[in-house]
């Protein structure tokens, strides 16, 4: 720790400095009286000057949460020397966690123990908060010197996002052959009806359609469409955002794919991960729980990386999207790398949704009038981008923050099912 | 000076001594990092439409190569809903259903501007042109 004199003692030795003067000055030495407390009192806080011997460590109730959510750190701070301490406490702020109390918080640590600080925690946002180690200022008994570090070492708090139970999801046009819910185009085992054929050897005796058999003359036997698993991959667009002091369109797309892919995943769907921006990061398509927490570890470190390099589809590893997969973009349509690359992929025939995050509520009209004129310009621009998207083939699902995700997956649900024949070309 | 001045000089003097001892400053906020939040950020988008709306104002080239492919890529999308496109309209349907203002930014055979400094399309115009192409 770093020692430093308190801001009091170069007061308490000028007014001693001043009394004796004052003595000399006028011969009285009455004057002199006074300052000699303040001379003992500098003096034996000088002399006796020791550096306190506290350690201490941070420790959080659990080290993930969703956002939103309360927690509580423990700071312990323990005194190993002979003498009692006085402590100040401030653990470390940012502008995404809520602290209570905000301020330091001072407490008197006995000579050989050990006290316990508690603080109360809120996440603001998703993301790694980094919580430690926080800063604290000893101070000896008689106060004169003040002693500076930090106490214990970082500790990450993982805050998730916050998920939307979606009731419906985007039904995908092609289905994988591992089992799953959603019903598929093929013809085998299943439960959904599709068909009528003529018996044929190696049929079972049980998908014999007893009715059209005594209609038709011969064995018929039901052909039925299987429920498959498909491959999802939700491509997050990081390139750039628009934000407001309280939130931004990255927040609200983090948000919408983790309970886009829990959902997928709970409907036993492989689903993978591409943050496509700036830097590039992806997570291969898998199935399971451990792979939820696979992509919401991947999503809260997404982040607006500035690049000017210019990427597109040739900069994805084949991998990574798979043949016949449903590609769920998670995008505010602001930067044209983005928007080139949703055309590119649907050029190149991949089953392709847009969720397009609205960036229209973090961003209010400049304060001139040409400024709302450019708003207003920048609102049908807009329009005339999601129609032309539209035009090519690929639903787009807006969604404002404040909304729920579920009316504009319906949306492009209908949109997807009256533009089937052509998506499938 | 007589013994009861001298003891209320000194009960005065270590009354000021006690004020200043109370007036010594008090410590410093211990130093710890700052809440930085993140700074808001506007779109490239409306930054570039910002500017292209103030240039356009005083610049008849700026108005021509810059906003009016915007305008017809706007125009176009609106007319596409109602059956229309810009390229087939005839001048007479085109003045009726975008008015006269719009019609001359966005016509097909608009040539490039004469004077190319002159005058170009002030944003008072713009928005009644923007008007026109909401209710479309």
Known sequence: MNGSLAPRTPGVLALAGAGLIAALATGRPELALIA?????????????????????????????????????????????????????????????????????VAVRVGAQSEIEVAFSLRPRRWGAHGIGPVAIRARDALGMTNWEGRLGERVDLRAFPSEERLRELVAPLRTQPFLGTHVARARAEGIEFADIRPFQVGDRVRQVNWRATARRGSLQVNQRHPEHSSDV??????????????????????????????????????????????????????????????????????????????????????????????????????????????SEL???????????????????????????????????????????????????????????????????????????????? | MTLAAEITLIVLAGVAVATCVKLLPAPRPLRRRKAVSAAP????????????????????????????????????????????????????????????????????ERPFPADRHGPGVQPQELGAMLEVIRRL
Do not use: K
Not at chain 1, 274 to 290: K, M, N, S
Not at chain 1, 419 to 425: D, G, I, N, T, V
Not at chain 2, 41 to 52: D, M
């Open chain 1, 36 to 104: 000699v407390p303040f001379l003992v009192f500098a003096g034996a806080g000088l002399v006796l000057v020791r550096e306190p011997q506290v350690t201490g460590a941070v420790e959080l109730e659990r080290v993930r949460v969703l956002e939103g959510e309360e927690l509580t750190a423990t700071v312990r701070v323990r005194n190993d020397g002979p003498e009692p301490v006085e402590v100040e406490v401030a653990p470390a702020r940012t502008a995404q966690l809520a602290v209570v109390p905000a301020g330091t």
């Open chain 1, 233 to 342: 991959v939700l491509l997050l667009d990081t390139f750039e955002e628009a934000r407001d002091e309280a939130s931004g369109t990255l927040d609200s797309a983090v948000r919408t794919a983790a309970s886009l892919a829990r959902a997928h995943l709970g409907q036993r769907d492989r689903v993978g991960v591409v943050d496509f921006g700036g830097t590039l990061h992806w997570l291969e398509p898998a199935f399971g729980t451990t792979q939820l927490y696979r992509i919401v570890d991947a999503l809260i470190s997404s982040n607006i990386a500035f690049s000017y390099a210019w990427r597109n589809v040739d900069s994805l590893p084949q991998r990574v999207l798979p043949p016949g997969a449903l590609i769920l973009v998670i995008t505010p349509l602001l930067d044209e790398r983005s928007i080139a690359l949703v």
């Open chain 1, 346 to 425: 649907r050029r190149r025939g991949c089953d392709l949704t847009v969720v397009e995050v609205s960036p229209l509520d973090h961003v209010p009209p400049g304060p001139t009038a040409a400024d709302a004129v450019a708003y207003e310009l920048w609102r049908l621009q807009r329009e005339a981008l999601r129609a032309h998207l539209q035009a090519l083939g690929i639903a787009v699902a807006v969604w404002r923050p404040g909304g729920t995700l579920g009316p504009a997956l319906e949306e492009v649900n209908a949109f997807r099912r009256s533009a089937q024949p052509a998506l499938r070309a």
């Open chain 2, 41 to 108: 950020s506007r779109p490239q988008q409306l930054v570039t439409l910002e500017r292209l709306v103030t240039t356009a104002g005083p610049s008849a080239v700026s108005a021509h190569a810059y906003l009016r492919p915007l305008l017809i890529q706007i125009v176009s999308h609106r007319l596409v809903a109602r059956g229309q496109t810009l390229d087939r309209m005839a001048e007479t349907t085109g003045r009726e259903v975008l008015g006269d203002q719009l019609w001359d930014i966005v016509r097909p």
